[in-house]
């Protein structure tokens, strides 16, 4: 005879899960003038995955449970607000071999210290050993990714001797949020950067 217990169906419990960029931004027309680089790279190299993606640069990508979201919404608020806006340089190109196509930023320093500033929160982008977040500390923005062997040979020969030169205001960050069966990245979160320092009064030291 089953017992009431036994005669119970298992019921498991999941989580869903989404992938997240945390990304800067160039302005509007530099945003249009990466794009037709991208598209005319498309063109030229039969490469039509170049032509997709919005150029940005990468601060930080990692998975989480979309049950933690506000918490993470919350810090990178708090954090951003912390961090002085600055310009980043863009000059030239360069590549991975045999596989990318990327332009250059020369704004090492103040990226570094951006990235830092992320260190206090890493446990909270962390979902487990395997699914780590990545905090991106030499940045770049893509070209072209996934290159055959002689598509990055015929287009590093043309970019390699290519100058172009950019930059913007780093002022904010944007969280963008890939969910499962999802194509594309969406934005749900824009954070500014408002060199904010958290005050402590001398009351409080007492």
Known sequence: MKTMASALPKIEITF???????????H?????????????????????????GKPN????????????????????????QAQSSFIVEL??????????????ITTKTQWVELAKSLRPMQQLLTIDKERKVHIITD???????????????KSWLEYSNTHFSGRFVLDQLVLLRKRSGESAYSSIGRFKLMNVKEEVKQGQLF
Not at 16 to 26: F, K, N
Not at 65 to 74: D, N
Not at 141 to 152: D, G, S, T
Request: charged fraction near 20%.
């Open 16 to 26: 869903s899960t989404a992938h997240y960029l945390l990304v800067a931004e160039p």
């Open 28 to 52: 509007a027309a530099l945003r249009e003038e990466i794009q037709g680089l991208k598209k005319s790279f498309a063109e030229k190299y039969d490469c039509p995955a170049a032509a997709s």
């Open 91 to 104: 000059h030239d190109f360069g590549s991975f071999p045999t596989h990318t196509i990327f332009l250059n």
């Open 139 to 153: 940045p770049y923005i893509p070209i072209a990714r996934k290159l055959l062997p002689w598509q990055y040979e």
């Open 57 to 80: 640069l990468t601060l930080a990508r990692f998975e989480q449970y979309e049950m933690l979201e506000s918490r993470i919404l919350h810090r990178l608020k708090l954090i951003a």
